[in-house]
């Protein structure tokens, strides 16, 4: 029970990793709070838990769904001890077919969304002397990959904006905790968007082999008890990190010969 009573706020619960966070947290004790848009699919969620649950519904793109979320938590449990930004949405087009609006859209949710909440939350967290913020990036947030250009570029943006978090709020003892995953088994895939904005609706064969969701969860949760800095979580596509950072021309071979969907 290394969360008993700890109010624990994740969005992107109604479905994925976000789903498979909220049963690890809350059989490990903690209070949730789990948001996202669809409300049945979080009603789900909860029927699941036996413990404190409260459905806070949540676009993060729309500002005032925002700050309506913000004092919703505020309200009912009077603070939070640890923000999960977990929620997102993937792309799957080449760069040259992505419409703007598509390239705005992902960053709107990826990055503009998230960092709207964590900036409403903090000071509260800041009064009440401290607390933990995750965010899940991807292992695309360290290197680019085929079909994925503003899919890589959000995640990207969301390590400048946290790791700056980290340095700036080292005097608030606010731990954020950034979470990179490779391929993880969810539908991550099937909620992507093609270049012109349509839902890409499959599940690709290199989702289909990932990690499973549970064992995902499981680390991140330890990885967030233990205030790690940065992790990355995956199979053998953790290890072009490696390559990317000692042996980038080696990455760039492989990278561009890796199957995107
Ligand atoms: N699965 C992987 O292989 C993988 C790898 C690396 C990183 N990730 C990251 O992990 C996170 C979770 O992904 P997943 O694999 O669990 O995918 P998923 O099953 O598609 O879950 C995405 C979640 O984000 C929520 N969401 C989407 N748009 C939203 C919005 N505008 N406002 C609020 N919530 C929104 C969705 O809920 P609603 O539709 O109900 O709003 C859903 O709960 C994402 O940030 C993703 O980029 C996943």
């Known amino acids: 029970?290394?969360?008993?009573?700890?109010?624990?706020?994740?969005?992107?619960a109604s479905s994925g990793i976000g789903e498979a966070l909220a049963y690890r947290f809350a059989s490990?004790?903690?209070?949730?709070?789990?948001?996202s848009r669809r409300e049945q699919e979080l009603q789900r969620v909860k029927e699941k838990i036996s413990g404190e649950c409260l459905i806070i519904c949540l676009d993060l793109t729309d500002s005032n769904s925002v700050d309506n979320a913000v004092n919703t938590a505020i309200e009912?449990?009077?603070k939070v001890d640890?923000?999960?930004?977990?929620?997102?949405?993937?792309?799957?087009?080449?760069?040259?077919?992505?419409?703007?609006?598509?390239?705005?859209?992902?960053?709107?949710?990826?990055?503009?969304?998230?960092?709207?909440?964590?900036?409403?939350?903090?000071?509260?967290?800041?009064?009440?002397g401290g607390g933990q913020i995750a965010v899940i990036t991807s292992l695309v947030g360290k290197?680019?990959?085929?079909?994925?250009?503003?899919?890589?570029?959000?995640?990207?943006?969301?390590?400048?904006?946290?790791?700056?978090?980290?340095?700036?709020?080292?005097p608030h003892h606010i731990?954020?905790?950034?979470?990179?995953?490779g391929r993880i088994k969810t539908n991550v895939s099937l909620?992507?968007?093609?270049?012109?904005?349509?839902?890409?609706?499959?599940?690709?064969?290199?989702?289909?082999?990932?990690?499973?969701v549970e064992d995902c969860a499981q680390k991140i949760v330890n990885a967030i008890y233990q205030k790690h800095r940065e992790i990355y979580i995956g199979k053998a596509d953790t290890l072009m990190i490696y390559l990317k950072r000692y042996?980038?021309?080696l990455f760039h071979f492989i990278a561009s010969r890796i199957k995107p969907l």
């Open 82 to 128: 640890i923000l999960v930004n977990n929620a997102g949405i993937s792309q799957r087009a080449f760069a040259i077919d992505t419409q703007e609006i598509v390239d705005r859209k992902i960053m709107e949710v990826n990055y503009f969304g998230t960092i709207n909440l964590t900036k409403k939350l903090l000071p509260y967290m800041i009064n009440n």
């Open 76 to 78: 009912h449990y009077g």
């Open 28 to 35: 490990e004790g903690a209070k949730l709070i789990i948001s």
């Open 191 to 212: 909620h992507a968007l093609n270049g012109d904005g349509s839902v890409y609706g499959k599940m690709d064969a290199g989702q289909e082999k990932g990690m499973k």
């Open 175 to 181: 731990y954020t905790t950034i979470i990179c995953p």
């Open 247 to 249: 042996l980038p021309s």
């Open 1 to 12: 029970m290394r969360f008993q009573d700890k109010i624990v706020w994740i969005t992107g």
């Open 143 to 170: 290197f680019g990959f085929p079909l994925r250009s503003a899919y890589a570029a959000s995640k990207h943006a969301l390590h400048g904006f946290f790791e700056t978090l980290q340095l700036e709020l080292k």
